[in-house]
């Protein structure tokens, strides 16, 4: 029995004027937030499909659907925490997790300490356990313009 598994999850949310702007557990303010069915925290949104993925538990859509009338505007927090009931009672717990997200504004950095706390708390994890890191894509495609966020995970999961 292998006790080390590794997962990735990658997710895309538009932005429009309109909407909150949720990331990484917290409310940024911005002139555009992110559009989806549930919050469209699209930091949570990786980090449960990674998880998922590793300990070979479906995806996010397949737990979580989005033509579910009970996840409309659902705080991804709430997600992110069932993802980890899901994850302890098939015997895991997370090692690490690495995420990075593509922004081009608002800028990410000042609100990383922010967010990792906020994600230590909702996932029984240290701090330690939690890499935020954020990047732009230099005013290239959909990120650059503006239009979207997106965000890419790898979370180490061990039997426990």
Not at 56 to 64: A, E, K, S, T, V
Request: hydrophobic content about 40%; overall charge negative; glycine content about 10%.
């Amino acid at each position: 029995m292998n006790n080390f598994r590794i997962g990735f999850g990658y997710d895309v949310h538009q932005l429009q004027a309109g909407y909150d702007f949720w990331l990484g557990g917290i409310k940024l303010e911005h002139e555009t937030g992110a559009v989806g069915h549930s919050d469209a925290d699209v930091l949570i949104h990786v980090i449960c499909d990674a998880l998922l993925g590793a300990a070979n538990l479906r995806d996010i859509g397949y737990h979580f659907s989005d033509t579910d009338p009970k996840f409309k505007g659902i705080d991804s927090k709430i997600l992110l925490k069932e993802v980890m009931v899901l994850l302890r009672e098939s015997g895991y717990e997370i090692g690490n997790i690495d995420t990075t997200i593509c922004l081009q504004r608002p800028k990410v950095n000042p609100h990383i300490p922010t967010m990792k706390m906020c994600l230590t708390e909702v996932m029984n994890v240290p701090e330690s356990a939690i890499s935020i890191k954020a990047t732009t894509t230099e005013k290239l495609g959909f990120v650059g313009r503006e239009e979207g966020v997106s965000a890419y995970c790898v979370a180490l999961i061990h039997k426990i």
